[in-house]
Structure formats: C-alpha cells, structure tokens
C-alpha cells in the first residue's frame, strides 16, 4: 500500500491541466479520489462503538 | 480565447474559483506550518485529508484553466463528501470523554475537526458560487482563465501537492505510515 500515491497521482494531474490534457487530468482525479477512499476503507478498522 | 488574451474583465465564476483554489492552499500551507514547525507528522487519516483537500482544489483548478463546468463543481462537492466523511471519522474516534485527541489544536480544536467544518464550508462556497454566477449573469462559463494571478495560484498548489508528495515519502517511504508517527521513516 503505497501512501504517496493518491498525491502522486494529483501532482501527474496537475501537470496534465497545465499541458491542457482535460481527459487525462479527469482520469488522474477520479484515481486520485478512488485511491483515498480505498486507503481510507484500508486504515478505518477500528470499530466504533457508537449507538443512534 | 481566455480572459488574459480578449482583454474582458474576469468573471465572478473564474474569481471565486481562484479565491477557493488559495483557499485549498491555504489550509494546506497551514497543516504543513504545524508539521515543519512543530514536527507533528500527519497520521495516515491526516494524509487523506490532505489528499481530500487536493481533489477538492483540482475541482477548482479545472474551473481555472480548462473552463467553467458544472462537472468540475461536481468533482469539487464530491471531493468535498469524501474529505467530511473522513474527518468525521477521525472526530468520532476521539469523541469520548477524556481524549486528548490526536495532534495540536488551533483556536480549540483539532486539525480533523477543522478539515470537517472546511469540508462543509466548501459546500456552501459552492452554492455561494452558484448563486453569485446566476446574480451577475455575466462572463463565458467556459473561459479559460489564465494571466499572472492565475499562474501564481495553479503554481503555489502544484508546490504545495509535489511538497506533500516529498513529505509523504520521506514519513512513509513505500510502505503505509504508522497510526502514531513520530519520525520520518527514511530520515532515520
């Protein structure tokens, strides 16, 4: 599991919006976004002990 | 075309999307103050926060450079859920009574607790967006926006993302970063 990654991906897509590549600034977005939620999914273990 | 280049006055739209894009760097440049200056290393929760705050700030940053589209605010309100929900869940694991939470606060809370209030406060921005953009009716909704302003916002975010890269590196190296780091992994 690769911490720097969802950063990495955001820097290739900033690079991308200055080259004006709108697709592939897209797609390094949305892997960036999907990349977090799953590091997110990855580091949320501890279960809450919360009743609603 | 772009507003540099015809000459027109900017739009309300590429004016609040270049004021939230400081914003995003703002809040960035402000965790990276507290982590330098106070060595507090971020948490791995911390980091996706950040991460959050860069999807929300290429939402903007789109706006800026590639034209105003409703897609972008919608990347920008979905970034926006994502860093809220993962804030939220780094509040509610220091919600009970007698924690001292995770990390210094400011102005009495903590960063997490901020990055949740910040995750709310672009969505209403958003909305303010929307509806200053339908009040003044004015400007091309697809201009580009480009000029110094706009090159010196596009190029202190990129920094602040490339530095965070670095940051997270050298804490973490190739590996996922302890819950409680206390020093950098390859700065041994």
New interface residues.
Partial sequence: ????L???L??A??AS??R?R?GL??V??GA??V???A??F???T?P?K?SF | MNSAQTGEPRSVGAILNMLGLSGISLILTVAFTYQLALGELPC??C??Q???F??IG??F??NM??GERPSHYA?IL??SL?TG??AM?QV??HLAPGDPGYGSALWGLHFYTWALIAAVGIICYVALVFVLKDATGKGKGDARVTGFASNAV?AI??LL??A??LS??L??G????D?NPVRYLLLK
């Fill in positions: 599991m690769y911490m720097f969802p950063f990495l955001a820097l897509g900033c919006v200055w004006a709108a600034s897209y390094m977005w960036t976004v990349v977090t939620v590091w997110f990855h580091h949320a501890d809450l919360f | 791995p929760l980091l996706l950040r991460a959050g860069i999807a290429m939402g940053l789109f450079r590639l990347m979905i970034a994502v929900f993962i869940r509610s694991l596009f975010f990129a993302v490339a965070n890269l997270t590196v804490e973490c190739a590996g996922q970063c819950d």
